[in-house]
């Protein structure tokens, strides 16, 4: 019999912990503000943004939106950045990707004072977790952890296959299960008998961006499944990269999607804010 990970009672669990340290820091009179960045009308985007907004509400969090328009030059984002890097006032800043086309994302990213860089995008911080040595964690790769801790579930020494590669999800994924001295693999597109891999795993991260791609055939019995990933399904329904319904039977935890690892990634960016603000006020 499977066990549910309930992305939701974490996060919120995460969340309240926050909320207790930012109260504490208020007392002292500190408060911590996120910048939150949104250039053009991508509906998906709006969703994500109202949601940190809401997040920060629910941990006491400052937030602050800056929505530009599509047509915002690159030149006026970065301008945006530096002066938000310079106010005393904002403790992180983050600029929701994707962004429009004209505007090169990784100009933006290296803008963002490694300080402020509560999602973790920077060269910096992104070296610092790999070398064990950080104050903030790439928050989705960091909330696939925190749910595996919440739920005493074993890492060290476990058979730990990751799909995907990328700089956002797999690759600091990585970083974080070897910190756990779990024994890491990263599959990816080109990666011969993807199965042989999986089958032999006894935590999968799926984090592919495609619909129900992990199959139950695919799946060792006893494994712990963690679906990273948000799709649509035919109906327009929210999915992830896991065939949940056949899958489920043979793990002995699984992610539901939604209500996994999505609420987490957000929990942990309101730790990260957390995190820098203290740092900055040598907390
Ligand atoms: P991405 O940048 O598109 O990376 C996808 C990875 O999957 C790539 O490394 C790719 O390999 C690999 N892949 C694609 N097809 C494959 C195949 N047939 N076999 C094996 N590997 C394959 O996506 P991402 O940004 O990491 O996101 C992955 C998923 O997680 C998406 O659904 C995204 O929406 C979701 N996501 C969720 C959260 C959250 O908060 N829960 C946060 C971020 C992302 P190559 O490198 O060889 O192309």
Not at 195 to 213: H, L, M, P, Y
Request: hydrophobic letters at 40%.
């Amino acid at each position: 019999m499977y066990r549910l990970i309930d992305g939701k009672e974490v996060s919120n669990y995460i969340k309240s912990k926050v909320r207790e340290e930012i109260t504490a820091l208020g007392e002292k009179g500190i408060k911590s503000t996120l910048a939150v960045i949104i250039v053009g009308d991508d509906p998906a985007s709006r969703v994500y943004v109202n949601n940190k907004k809401r997040a920060c509400e629910a941990t006491g969090i400052v937030s602050r939106e800056y929505a530009l328009p599509e047509e915002t030059s690159e030149a006026e984002l970065l301008a945006l950045i530096n002066e938000l890097n310079d106010d005393k006032e904002v403790n992180g800043i983050l600029c929701q990707l994707p962004l429009p086309r004209h505007i090169d994302e990784k100009k933006v990213i290296d803008a963002i004072s490694p300080e402020k860089d509560v999602d973790v995008f920077s060269e910096i911080n992104v070296g610092k977790m790999w070398v064990g040595d950080y104050d903030v964690a790439s928050c989705t790769p960091k909330g696939v952890i925190e749910l595996l801790d919440y739920y005493g579930i074993p890492l060290e020494g476990k058979n730990c296959v990751i799909i995907g590669r990328s700089n956002i999800v797999g690759k600091p994924m990585a970083s974080l299960l070897l910190e756990k001295n779990a024994t890491v693999t990263i599959c990816h597109s080109r990666t011969d008998d993807l199965s042989f891999f999986t089958r032999n795993a006894d935590v999968i991260v799926a984090a592919v961006g495609r619909k129900r791609f992990v199959t139950a055939d695919m799946v060792k019995e006893g494994a712990v499944v963690v679906d990273v990933g948000i799709n649509r399904d035919d109906n327009g329904k929210l999915c992830g990269d896991v065939d949940f319904e056949n899958v489920k039977d043979k793990c002995s935890y699984i992610t539901p999607v939604p209500g996994g690892c999505g609420p987490m990634t957000i929990a942990v960016l309101m730790k990260n804010t957390l995190a820098v603000t203290k740092k900055q006020n040598n907390v």
